[in-house]
C-alpha cells in the first residue's frame, strides 16, 4: 500500500522532522539517499523505511512506500532519493578516550559533516558539540558526514563542563592562536598522545572566556596574506597532524 | 538619484550577471558585502559600486544607488549586503611558478572557494581549473575566498594542455592514490621543491586518463574506516604538506 496523502499522520509527523525541535522532542530524524540508509542498516539506527512507489526495498527492514509528490516534500533534495529513513537518535553523553575534538559554536553545516569524516579519519575518540553549534541531526550535516556520524562518539554538552571533565582526566587542552602560539609542526611525540583540541566559531573564532582555559595555543605556519583559513580546514589540518608520528 | 526601478537598463544588466553565460559573454561579475568590495577596491577592479539609498560611499569610487528592493534582487544573499560592487575579470592565462595545483571537475563552490583560500596559504603559485570546474565568479565560490582569489594566479585551462606547459617545465606531476602511493608524510624535502598536484571531482575522484599522466601518486595516511576526505580537507592538507620543510 502506498501513502498518497500528505494528510496521513506519518507524513505530517514526518515533515515535522525536518525542524530541529520535533528532531529533540521525539528524538528522531530522517535520512536520505542509498550510502546514508546502508549505514544507518549496519548501525541498526533504522525504525522505518520511507520507499517511493515501485522502488524495490532491498533491506530486511519494514518500508512504508509513498508517491513521489510526497517523496518531494519529504526530501531536502531538489532531485529526491527513492528512498529515505526514519531513524532514532543514538546520542552519547560520555567523553571517552584521550583524543577529544571540541567545537565552539560552529554554524556551517557542511563545516560540521566534513570535520566529523575528519575527526574520525584522524581517530579522535570523541567529538564534543557546544549546544549552540549546529544540529547533528540537521540534513546537510549528515549528507557530508557520508555516514561517518555512526562511527564516532559525538556528545553535545556545554563546553565549560566538557573541559571541565577533560581537566579531571589530565588532558591538555590546545586552543589555536598565533600569538604566543606553537607551530603544530614543532610538536613532540608526547603533545600527539593524549589531547583536547578546541576550535571556535566561523566567524569569530574562539570566544575569549574559553581560550583563557587553553593550555597551550597552536598555530599552522602559512603565507601572511591570509587571514585564516575555514575551519574546517584549519580543524582537518591539526587533527592530520596531532595524528603523526 | 536612486534607481527605482527594475527595468532600467543597468539594473537589467546586472541582473544577467546571475548568470555564468553573461558573465562569460561580458567579462565582468559581481560581488557583495563590504569585505570583497574592500578586496576588490585594493586590487582596482571595480567599475561601478552599487549603493542602497541612504547608505554612505566610503570609497573614492563612482556608484549607483539603489532602492532595498532592488538590492534584494541583485542581491545572493537571504540578508542583502548594503554594497555590492560590478568588477571587472582579471583572468591569467598564463601558468607561472613551480607549485601548481591543478582541480579537475570541482563542482561545488564551497569547496573551491576554500581551495583557494588554502592555496594561497600554503604558497601555490598557479592554480589551474579544468575547463568544467565551477564557475569561480559564482558568487559562492567568490564568498568562500573571502577575496583571496584578487591574491592567486587562477588559469582556466584544458587540464591535458596544463599538463603538457608543466611537463615542458619539468615539474613532476602529483596525483592521489592510495594504490601505489606514497605517503605524504615520507615526501622528501626535494619533492616539495616544485610540484603539480593533481586533485579530482567530489564524488568520481580523478578521471582514469588524468590518473595515467602522473608521475607519483600520493596519499594521506588516515583511519581504514573512513573511505575519503572531502576534498578540500585532503587537497588542503597535502598543499600543508607539501608547503612544509
Excluded at 191 to 196: E, I, L, P, V
Aim: glycine share 4%; charged share 25%.
Amino acid at each position: 500500500m502506498t501513502i498518497t496523502s500528505l494528510e496521513n499522520t506519518k507524513i505530517k509527523y514526518w515533515l515535522k522532522l525536518k525542524q530541529k525541535k520535533y528532531r529533540d522532542l521525539n528524538n528522531e530524524y530522517l535520512i536520505e539517499g542509498e550510502h546514508l540508509v546502508e549505514e544507518a542498516v549496519k548501525n541498526k539506527i533504522i525504525k522505518e523505511l520511507i520507499i517511493i512507489e515501485n522502488y524495490t526495498n532491498n533491506y530486511n527492514l519494514e518500508a512504508t512506500y509513498v508517491t513521489e509528490e510526497i517523496m518531494k516534500k519529504l526530501s531536502f533534495l531538489d532531485t529526491p532519493s527513492p528512498i529515505m529513513a526514519l531513524c532514532i537518535k543514538k546520542q552519547s553523553k560520555e567523553i571517552i578516550g584521550n583524543k577529544i575534538l571540541l567545537l565552539d559554536n560552529i554554524q556551517d553545516p557542511g563545516n560540521l559533516g566534513t570535520i566529523i569524516r575528519s575527526s574520525k579519519a584522524f581517530n579522535i575518540d570523541t567529538l564534543v558539540l557546544s549546544l549552540d553549534t549546529v544540529d547533528l541531526y540537521n540534513s546537510k550535516v549528515l549528507r557530508s558526514t557520508q555516514g561517518i556520524y555512526n562511527y564516532l562518539n559525538i556528545v553535545k554538552m556545554d563546553l565549560n563542563e566538557a573541559i571541565e571533565i577533560i581537566r579531571k582526566k589530565k588532558i591538555p587542552l590546545y586552543g589555536t592562536n598565533v600569538i604566543n602560539g606553537v607551530n603544530v609542526k614543532s610538536l613532540n611525540k608526547d603533545s600527539k598522545k593524549s589531547y583536547a583540541l578546541l576550535m571556535g566559531n566561523e566567524g569569530q573564532g574562539l570566544n575569549k572566556q574559553l581560550q583563557s582555559l587553553c593550555d597551550i595555543n597552536i598555530y599552522i605556519p602559512m603565507n601572511k596574506d591570509v587571514e585564516s583559513l575555514n575551519v574546517a580546514i584549519a580543524t582537518s589540518i591539526l587533527l592530520y597532524e596531532l595524528n603523526g608520528e
